[in-house]
């Protein structure tokens, strides 16, 4: 199994590299900011909780997020592979998606990490505001709490990787198809 974690601050291009990735590589994308904004969408009580602490910027609770995840694993016994995009972004996150694949007799192959500076990824995100209607990318004080956040608790799981030989860095600014390229690349080395 092919499973990759694309991993990079919020605005770096995950969900869109996710979605090249995914033809060519034939995976199931797993998004937990896209399947947030279906429960949000939907109306139901994960996505009502979720609602106010994603619209501030800030992490949903690790046992929410596990739990679609887990589930997602689950209803996908055949998958060739994975793409994990925004997920995991806190150590228990990480501690659990090992566990969860070890029960699946599978790994992590890689985590690619995208890397784009604070003020390409705020402009790149107010910009995306103008038309997401997402109240998380609608002004700079928020876009700065999510980067915050990432900082604090999800770019530590760069030395998580690490330690277990992953992380590939991946210059995340340039035309979305050279990044795509090297990404590419980084994949078919393994
Ligand atoms: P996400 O949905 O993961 O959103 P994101 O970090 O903003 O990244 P996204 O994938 O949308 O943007 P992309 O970089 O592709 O998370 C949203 C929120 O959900 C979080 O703040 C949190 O509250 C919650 N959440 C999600 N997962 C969670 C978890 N595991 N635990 C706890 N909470 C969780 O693209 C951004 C923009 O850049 C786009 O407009 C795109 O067109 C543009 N762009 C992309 N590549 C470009 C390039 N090369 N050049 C120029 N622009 C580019």
Known sequence: ?????????????????????????????????????????????????????MDRGDLVPDEVVIGMIRSILEKNPNATGFIFD?????????????????????????ML???????????RLLERGKSSGRADDANEYIIRNRIKEYNNKTAPLKEFYT?????QYIEGVG?????????CEAIDQL
């Open 1 to 53: 199994m092919l499973n990759i974690v694309l991993f990079g601050p919020p605005g770096s291009g995950k969900g869109t590299q996710s979605q090249l990735l995914i033809n060519q590589y034939n995976l199931i994308h797993l998004s937990t900011g896209d399947i947030l904004r279906g429960e949000i969408a939907k109306g139901t009580k994960l996505g009502q909780k979720a609602k106010s602490i």
């Open 86 to 110: 925004g997920f995991p972004r806190t150590t228990t996150q990480a501690e659990f998606l090992d566990q969860m694949l070890d029960e699946l007799n599978t790994s992590i192959s890689t």
């Open 163 to 167: 330690q277990q030989y992953k992380l």
């Open 175 to 183: 035309s979305i198809n050279a990044i795509n390229a090297k990404l």
């Open 113 to 123: 990490s995208l890397e784009v500076d604070e003020d390409e990824l705020t402009k």
